[in-house]
């Protein structure tokens, strides 16, 4: 290949590659660059038929090329610190301007430091002698003259490429202390939930040790007590028999809620909240005495519906059997389910009870935990006298609740000691960037907006 076509072949290979940039770049990327270039170059070309300059045909290249520079600050960072040499050394004042925000920009994208420091200088050292040869065109440059080329060359690219280099090196800086601050909040959650699992094994053993033994013993002398009452007083074994039933299920419930204790509180339990599950619970409630029933009005099955909200039908539809059973013994019962598309809803209504039972001695935990149990779902629970006589208790869960964020486990570990706090915002990250090193580097910036400000006046009076 000869020397004149490699410089054809990579020209084209350069200008493919920009295609390809642009087109993978995100639209707003495109839009907004698109918007900048456009506003410099109408700043650097309006200006040019008010006030003529001397040499107007090299002013409107100026603002072209001022214009071409935006964009490629991106991908060609160091040569557009080079490039605005040209635009430095021109007569076109308004694209001269332009100049401080396009290398404050492109120096934070060069790395590492000591090139970006090589590129400075020699975008300062040919903005001085391309000055110098500009004046020497009409003859020798006086001193005056070459100090202010120097100071034209520090105020638009000396002090802007310091601003930028200050806030450039500080952004990885950045996102690595938020990277640091994610780990340690999340091992913090981790030993947190560590000593959580440990305090539940510890009430799990002691839970099981106590009321594991007493219940067992009455599960005995219920079974005693039902053979004696099966040969002495007939009438009475229904009664030991329900004792001793009822002693073996309550010694079952609490293996569950030690199972719960042991394990992780997002496992399955083994309730489905399926109809067949509903209808054993409202069988049992029948064999209890209660006339109950249950009304499904759902088309497809359940297993589309998360585990934790049919768990949550589940314990719906038992605590309002149980508080029936308990507070309105012999009333009617209508369990109903009703699948409503994006939600579910429940709801275990009884009547009045033909005899007006004593209050009863519950301290309404059971409804509390439920109610706490679906607000963690996104759902509602409504628990409420009817105006008829009766009871109502309802809930409406949603069939795919969102995921509980990491530290939403518990209210209470907001107000807790050590190590119980939510994360820390990336917001306390960034102001302390603002209000510290970030001031530093925008106070670099006043000489040169200053001195732009000054020059700007100065030509529109010229």
């Known amino acids: 290949m000869s020397p004149a076509v490699r410089p054809c072949t990579r020209a084209r290979r350069e200008a493919a590659a920009i295609r390809e940039a642009v087109r993978a770049a995100p639209r707003r990327t495109v839009v907004t660059e698109s918007v900048f270039a456009g506003l410099v170059l109408l700043c650097s070309l309006a200006p040019v038929p008010l006030i003529p300059p001397a040499h107007p045909v090299a002013a409107a290249l100026l603002g ?10 991106r991908m060609y960072p160091a040569l557009t610190v080079l490039g605005c040499v040209p635009v430095i050394a021109g007569d076109n004042v308004w694209a001269m301007a332009v100049v401080p925000c396009v290398v404050w920009s492109a120096v934070r994208r060069i790395t590492p430091v000591r ?54 090196r500080r952004r990885p800086l950045t996102g690595l202390l938020r990277e640091r601050n994610a780990y340690l909040e999340q091992t913090r959650f981790l030993t947190d939930e560590a000593a959580r699992m ?8 002691e839970m099981h040790d106590l009321l594991g033994h007493r219940i067992g013993l009455i599960s005995v002398h219920a079974g005693a007590l039902q053979l004696a009452a099966e040969r ?5 074994a229904p009664q030991a028999e329900l004792l001793r039933t009822t002693a073996g299920t309550a010694m079952d419930e609490l293996r569950g809620i030690l199972g719960v204790l042991r394990h992780h509180s997002g496992e399955d339990s083994g309730e489905r909240g399926s109809r067949e599950d509903l209808s054993a619970l409202v069988a049992d409630s029948r064999n209890a005495g209660a006339d109950a029933e249950l009304h499904w009005n759902a088309t497809g099955p359940t297993d589309a519906v998360d585990a934790r909200t049919r768990q949550a039908v589940h ?5 309002g059997l149980t508080n029936a059973l308990k507070h309105a013994s012999g009333a009617p019962v209508r369990v109903t389910f009703q699948d409503e598309g994006d939600t579910v809803m429940v709801a275990v209504v009884n009547d009045a009870p033909p005899v007006p039972c004593p209050p009863g001695a519950g301290n309404r935990s059971g409804l509390v ?13 409504h628990a409420r006298p009817r105006p008829e006589g009766g009871f109502a208790l309802s809930a409406r869960i949603p069939v795919r609740p969102d995921s509980l964020p990491v530290y939403a486990i518990s209210p209470g570990q907001v107000s807790g000691g050590a190590g119980s706090r939510p ?15 970030g001031c530093a580097a925008l106070l670099v910036l006043l000489p040169t907006i200053g001195g732009t400000i000054a020059l700007l006046i100065m030509a529109a009076l010229h």
Not at 198 to 205: G, L, S, T, Y
Not at 232 to 236: G, H
Not at 315 to 319: L, N
């Open 423 to 437: 994360p820390l915002s990336a917001e306390v990250l960034t102001w302390p960037r603002l209000l510290g090193g």
């Open 232 to 236: 002495q007083a007939p009438p009475l």
């Open 198 to 205: 440990e305090e539940r094994a510890r009430i799990a053993a």
């Open 315 to 319: 314990r719906v539809t038992r605590e």
């Open 115 to 168: 090139r970006a420091w090589g590129v400075i200088g020699a975008s300062s050292a040919g903005a001085v002698l391309m000055s110098i040869a500009a004046q020497s065109l009409g003859g020798l440059p006086t001193m005056p003259y070459l100090v202010a080329g120097a100071g034209v060359a520090a105020l638009f690219l000396l002090l802007p490429a310091l601003s930028g280099m200050m806030l450039g």
């Open 369 to 381: 935990g439920l109610q706490e149990r679906i607000s963690l779902l996104g759902g509602a629970l």
């Open 64 to 73: 072209v090329w001022a214009a071409l520079l935006v964009p490629a600050r």
